[in-house]
Nanobody
Framework: QVQLVESGGGLVQAGASLRLSCAAS????????MGWFRRAPGKEREFVAA????????SYADSAVGRFIVSRNSTGNTMTLQMNRLKPEVTDDYYC???????????????WGQGTQVTVSS
């Protein structure tokens, strides 16, 4: 069974950094894509960043460019999101997902984690 487990969320002050991790198990995903999405209460999930195979294509939401870095380990089963110079407006639950190719659309991802909460205080 596919399982995605996020970790690394927490409460930080504006300007701080956080590093989110997503550990995948239950399938061989080295050739697939992994992505990060965020969701505010009552809203749909919103794309943050995605990466293809290790060292491959990366895609970022405009709000993440220059602040966030997405990466995968060499075996492809762990993805991280380095979040720098955090602002209060990025406060949300963050979810990792696995899909066939790098995409900004939630419909292109087949498996999802349970999420980790990121809170940035001003």
């Amino acid at each position: 069974q596919v399982q995605l487990v996020e970790s690394g969320g927490g409460l930080v002050q504006a300007g701080a950094s956080l590093r989110l991790s997503c550990a995948a198990s239950g399938l061989t995903i080295n050739s697939g894509a992994m992505g990060w999405f965020r969701r505010a209460p009552g809203k749909e999930r919103e794309f943050v960043a995605a990466i293809g195979r290790p060292g491959g294509i990366r895609s970022y939401a405009d709000s993440a460019v220059g602040r966030f870095i997405v990466s995968r380990n060499s075996t492809g089963n762990t993805m991280t999101l380095q979040m720098n110079r955090l602002k209060p407006e990025v406060t949300d639950d963050y979810y990792c997902a696995v899909g066939r190719a790098v995409s900004r659309s939630i419909v292109d991802y087949n498996y999802w984690g349970q999420g980790t909460q990121v809170t940035v205080s001003s």
